[in-house]
């Protein structure tokens, strides 16, 4: 076992399986205590069970590590609370959280239905909210602590899974407002974009050249969680993992301006907005074609 995180308490939500499996793990192999949790449900979000987590926690101990299960729905307010009381009650502290849970509704959006649309954002962006939340309390008392959320390329946007790059595009703008709200109080707040054979990567649209196990995402995230990270400043970034590949995202920031004499009209625009402001160019939109005769052949990742 290493000690890059000994002394550090961690939960990390969606941790049954995938990413967020070889998160906990990992964060248990450097040395902190783990909180895992997981509603063990399928990949649509149907059928939970409680063994999931019990399961995770027992490869931890087993290898000589601290862990305890809590099998909540986190896109729930108590949910959401339940796993930070669970590591208070147990270890009496929290210095990290990070949010991996997860699940997929994949329509076109003219057919996507109210209950896909609000059921794929109560888990990744609600859940999201209700552990930072409930985490962002303790840590502003204690004055430090980390709160790490899960987005994806896909904030970008998506052919046929717009439910999910709404959430995931959320959750960057959640973690930049934590980033700015609890600096004050030594939290910091970041975004991990990860490229990795799951359960919900075989349900990308096209082939990716660049894509890792979940394992490959581990060693980023346990960084982002120690003091390493805390003393550089690390805060308000997104951060992709594809395998060997790290990359920061840019921050927002507008690109070109242009000014009228008083208020701009329509046929203003219409005659000067392509030729001083443009357009920034979308990068998936190019990709259409190929995305498509890939979908069509289903080379899609295996998981």
Not at 31 to 50: C, I, L, Q, R, T
Not at 152 to 179: C, D, E, F, M, T
Not at 188 to 199: D, E, G, L
Not at 231 to 254: M, S
């Amino acid at each position: 076992m290493g000690d890059f995180l000994t002394g550090k308490v961690v939960a990390v939500t969606g941790a049954g399986r995938g990413i967020g499996r070889a998160v906990a793990t990992a964060c248990a192999d450097e040395g902190a205590e783990v909180v895992v949790n997981d509603y063990g449900v399928s990949v649509d979000g149907g059928a939970p069970h409680s063994e999931i987590a019990e399961s995770v926690v027992q490869e931890i101990t087993e290898a000589g590590g601290r862990a305890v299960a809590v099998a909540d729905d986190i896109s729930t307010m108590d949910g959401g609370q339940r796993v930070v009381d669970t590591a208070l009650a147990h270890y009496g502290r929290l210095d990290g959280v990070v949010c991996a849970a997860g699940i997929l509704r994949e329509r076109m959006l003219f057919n996507m239905s109210e209950e896909e649309w609000d059921t794929v954002l109560a888990t990744h962006l609600k859940g999201t909210f209700t552990v930072f939340r409930a985490a962002s309390a303790v840590m502003r008392a204690q004055r430090g602590g980390t709160l790490i959320g899960f987005t994806s390329g896909n904030h970008q946007g998506s052919v046929a899974q717009a439910n999910y790059a709404a959430a995931k595009g959320g959750i960057i703008s959640l973690v930049r407002s934590a980033a700015l709200g609890l600096h004050k109080y030594g939290v910091t707040a970041n975004a991990v974009a990860p490229v990795a054979r799951t359960r919900m990567s075989a349900n990308v649209p096209m082939e990716l050249a660049e894509i890792g196990a979940p394992e490959d995402v581990a060693p980023l995230v346990a960084y982002l969680l120690s003091e390493h990270a805390r003393r550089q400043e690390v805060t308000g970034q997104v951060y992709t993992v594809a395998g060997p590949k790290i990359a920061v995202w840019a921050q927002p920031r507008e690109l070109r301006s242009a000014y009228a004499d008083g208020a701009w009209t329509p046929r203003q625009l219409a005659d000067r907005l392509p030729g001083t402001v443009g357009q920034d160019p979308m990068p998936l939109l190019a990709r259409l074609a190929e995305m498509s005769e890939a979908a069509a052949r289903k080379d899609r990742p295996q998981a």
